[in-house]
């Protein structure tokens, strides 16, 4: 047997460490941890006792999912140094002011620099712009760790594609896209992710390569929502229902299935700010991606005000009117909340005095409160003059127009559908959707 990297992990003579257990981090680590010993690492102790006791914090995966997993769980940095082969896959949100927020990320850089040793290799997996790993990582590893990147350690990057709530798309049957600082890297790095992704890995002629090839699946998806949700706005206007529009489109062999909505959550509309970043960098400004972000950004208000219109031509008073909220994270089925657009829709309607009850099956009220300074509705009334249909939760969408009825103040209002699931379904209320 080879002496390499790759062989004493799957002869349980090293270890391999995971930083970050969140929504990425989590199914990495656990996959790896059935056929090696792992260490996943986090800084949030709570958290961590969770995972302990086979609960993943971010409802995505079944207590049977850590069972046969050789792995400790661990918030204590003194563990790391028992591995050798270190995979990073923190967050990389964005600030107030759509910046990069590079802290989480060099934050674990430092971490493993405490830890990294002579030969050690280090992967990072969270969604960064082009160079990222290179000039803003592996300086802080070689600073305080005082080894030589690619000389005593060795690095790479391999963009994670989890995709939250996705039961089709998991980790095993996606291509994994890697990379490595060489030659010899890039296949020690490949051989390891072929051990737990079945559909294959893409070598990646540099690392920055890679960093680019994930920063633009989100932001091609990113540019194509707001081609439809500007087409959404102008077919309002035309009096056209743009999903009916979308469907006869969608009859020619090569039109694209894009729908309008909310673009929230940590990929899509975070991601093309940090390529606008880097594009800004090296002296050019974006047009086309910036443009479909400011799109983007603006639809959760534009929901809010079309909303409110509604209401004013029924002989609502906005003073007293009452508007209720379903669905508040950031995509249906999921538990997660951050940067959920739903919130801009909130804070469209409370601008014209509207009282609003939010209310979702999956998402926590503490963390709402601490996240977004709004607690979610215990109970739906039934005084309501506007119904909000914002996030397709299955719990949701098996509902009928009977079911919504009951919500409305003498059983009449707007019911908005932002989705469009519930075409052609609603005939005594005033449905509008995107």
């Not at 997993?69 to 600030?95: G, H, M, Q, R, W």
């Not at 002629?205 to 707001?226: F, L, M, P, Y």
Request: aromatic residues 8%; proline residues 3%.
């Amino acid at each position: 047997m080879s002496n390499s990297i790759h062989t004493k992990l799957l002869e349980r003579k090293e270890k391999l460490a995971v930083i970050g257990l969140g929504y990425v981090g989590l199914p990495i680590a656990l996959e790896f941890a059935k056929k090696m010993d792992v260490i996943g690492f986090d800084i949030n102790e709570a958290r961590v006792d969770l995972m302990k006791n086979n609960i993943d914090p971010s409802n995505e995966l079944e207590s049977s999912d850590f069972e046969g997993c050789s792995i400790e769980f661990t918030a204590n940095i003194d563990d790391l140094k028992a591995a050798t082969f270190y995979v990073v896959a923190v967050p990389t949100p964005i600030d107030e002011s759509n910046r990069p927020n590079l802290a989480p990320l060099l934050g674990a850089s430092n971490t493993v620099g405490k830890v990294l040793q002579n030969g050690d290799y280090v992967v990072f997996e969270s969604t960064v712009y082009p160079g990222c790993t290179e000039e803003d990582c592996i300086p802080v590893l070689e600073e305080i760790s005082g080894l030589k990147a690619g000389v005593d350690f060795k690095y790479g990057y391999s963009p994670e594609r989890i995709n939250p709530g996705d039961k089709v798309h998991t980790l095993q049957n996606v291509v994994k896209v890697v990379s490595g600082n060489d030659a010899e890297s890039l296949e020690e790095i490949a051989k390891i992710y072929e051990e737990v992704v079945g559909a294959g890995v893409h070598r990646a002629s540099s690392v920055k390569v890679a960093e680019a090839a994930k920063i633009i699946e989100n932001t091609q998806r990113d540019v194509n929502i707001s081609l439809i949700n500007e087409l959404s706005i102008i077919f309002d206007r035309l009096d056209i229902n743009t999903y009916e529009v979308l469907e006869a489109a969608g009859t020619k062999w090569n039109f694209l299935p894009f729908s309008p909505g909310l673009v929230g959550g940590h990929c899509i509309g975070v991601d093309p700010y940090y390529l606008t970043h880097k594009a800004k960098e090296v002296g050019y400004h974006a047009k086309v991606i910036l443009s479909g972000r400011s799109v983007n950004d603006s639809m959760g208000f534009y929901i809010g005000k079309q909303t409110v219109k509604k209401m004013i031509a029924q002989g609502k008073d906005m003073n007293e009117a009452k508007v209720l909220i379903m669905g508040a994270t950031f995509k249906e089925n999921v538990s997660d909340i951050r940067n959920s657009k739903v919130i801009d829709v909130v804070n469209e309607l409370k601008s014209f005095s509207v009282k609003v009850d939010l209310v979702d099956p999956h998402a926590s009220s503490e963390e709402m409160k601490r996240e977004y300074g709004i607690e979610l509705s215990k109970n739906i009334g039934s005084n309501y003059d506007a119904v909000i249909v914002a996030v397709n939760h299955e719990e949701y969408t098996k509902l009928e127009e009977n079911d919504f009825l009951k919500f409305f103040k003498d059983g009449k209002g707007v019911f908005v559908d932002i989705k469009g699931v519930f075409k052609n379904k609603i005939k005594e209320l005033e449905y509008w959707s995107l």
